[in-house]
């Protein structure tokens, strides 16, 4: 399907079951994150099939969204690992989605785009912007101008004249009516970040205005409560007066990078400072499931009872993204984010121990070993606590001033570009941002046990 490079080779050469993983050997770690991401790359065939309809997409149950988070983790695999293997599938996969005006607006997928899963693409693309990933020629634009095209589309969606007094809704087409009164937290999280990350890359004052006042809002609106624990969101019906009290920890680690970068831009503003800490430390919850499980990332509104759904099986590789990123932006939290991230790191590895060939990926990490469930999320999850082990050998986000329009990747499989033609949109998004969560979680939110039976929609 794709070429090995020879640093790949020689990996395969030095294989490490990812249950045997030593954390403090980096030929090691690299070893088990090159086994778990062929894992995630075993799932996908879009350039071979090199379709408008299969490039840059997993098969079903993945919406495109997750196709958007898992170049994410594959370009953090790049970075980390230093095996460039898979870039040319990954570039190819990310430009196919770009739109006729270089925004992220693909037509084909319309039907399941909305301010969430747009920002999980974005940030993708600013994370090859920070990098100074190459790009094949000149057909699009740099990194950082296409970052800079999908904010420009995210900032005329913020409604300051509804009840909410803010906020982007979930959704972006009414004609997907699926959270059109509805504003999440990983909606207005993602904004929050790209915003933050865009001024630390460019160094223009307006994305850090409009970061501290979507900061303001979500604080304001209970988004971000008092104890800093992200919440889901709400529903404009109630004037965003009832805040959905179901959490989960992407949006944490959302909200958690976009306070550090700030902080990082500001030269150690305090402010930002305590929010990163602040944000940081109500992450604990997502940890430490029982007595005999200390410092093992767990999903906590779904994984116990087993009520998790495909999108919710990918959310805690989003939350170890962010925090090992995070450490780069404020080392301050390096201790603790280890303290979690090394154990975790373990415990998932050790759950890579399925299939046939003893590294298929099981969702609870604190089981001690494979659990039986599988799928892209699972393997996912477990490649990006693995690989941010070798965050601190990697070098930081570029910012402004550093970052560069790179050519360099010079034969991409050709393609028809999906995003420049105008096919029949796919119908449906899945129900609901953060969860299916029904918009009446009101009146179920008393019984805990009967809310997380429901269909969480992310």
């Not at 898992?70 to 695999?77: E, P, T």
């Not at 084909?108 to 100074?132: K, Y």
């Amino acid at each position: 399907m794709y070429m090995k490079s020879v640093h790949a080779a020689a990996l395969a050469a030095a294989f490490v079951s990812p249950k045997d993983i030593d954390i403090n050997d980096q030929t090691s770690i690299r070893s088990v994150a090159s086994t778990l991401a062929y894992g995630v790359m075993s799932m996908y065939s879009g350039n071979v099939t090199n379709t408008p309809e299969t490039i840059a997409v997993f098969p079903q149950p993945y919406y495109w969204w997750e196709a958007g988070a898992a170049w994410g983790a594959m370009l953090d695999y790049s970075h980390y690992t230093g095996d460039s293997s898979y870039d040319e599938v990954v570039t190819q996969a990310l430009l196919s989605q770009v739109g006729p005006k270089f925004d992220l607006m693909a037509p084909l997928h319309f039907g399941s785009e909305g301010n969430d899963d747009q920002a999980f693409w974005a940030f993708a693309i600013l994370d090859a912007a920070e990098r100074n990933y190459p790009q094949p020629d000149d057909k699009t634009p740099p990194w950082l101008d296409i970052a800079a095209n999908i904010w420009n589309t995210m900032v005329v969606r913020w409604n300051d004249t509804d009840a909410c007094g803010g906020g982007l809704m979930w959704q972006i087409f009414e004609s997907n009516p699926n959270g059109m009164h509805y504003k999440n937290s990983v909606s207005n999280g993602g904004f929050f970040q790209i915003s933050a990350r865009l001024a630390r890359a460019t160094g223009n004052d307006t994305y850090l205005q409009w970061a501290q006042k979507v900061w303001d809002w979500s604080e304001n609106v209970g988004f971000v409560n008092k104890d800093f624990l992200v919440l889901d969101g709400a529903d404009i019906k109630d004037e965003c007066g009832l805040v959905n009290p179901v959490s989960f920890s992407y949006a944490q680690g959302i909200y958690l990078y976009g306070a550090a970068v700030l902080y990082n831009h500001t030269n150690g503003d305090k402010t930002w400072g305590d929010r990163t800490s602040s944000l940081l430390k109500a992450a604990d919850s997502y940890f430490s499931p029982y007595a005999n499980a200390t410092n093992i990332m767990f999903e906590h509104a779904c994984e116990l009872v087993g009520r998790c759904t495909t999108d919710a099986k990918t959310f805690k590789g989003y939350l170890s993204r962010f925090m090992w990123a995070t450490t780069r932006m404020m080392p301050s939290t390096l201790p603790h984010i280890q303290t979690l991230l090394n154990t975790s790191a373990i415990a998932a590895a050790k759950a890579c121990s399925g299939g046939d060939n003893g590294t298929v990926c099981g969702q609870k990490w604190y089981v001690g070993g494979f659990d039986g469930s599988v799928g892209l999320g699972q393997q996912m999850t477990a490649l990006e606590t693995v690989q941010g082990l070798l965050a601190q050998e990697a070098p930081p986000p570029y910012k402004a001033g550093e970052i560069r329009h790179v050519k360099g990747i010079d034969s991409l499989p050709s393609t028809t570009n999906p995003a420049n033609t105008s096919p029949t949109p796919s119908p449906t998004k899945r129900s609901n941002s953060a969860g299916n969560i029904n918009m009446d979680w009101r009146w179920t939110v008393l019984a805990l046990g009967l809310l997380l039976v429901l269909d969480f929609a992310y």
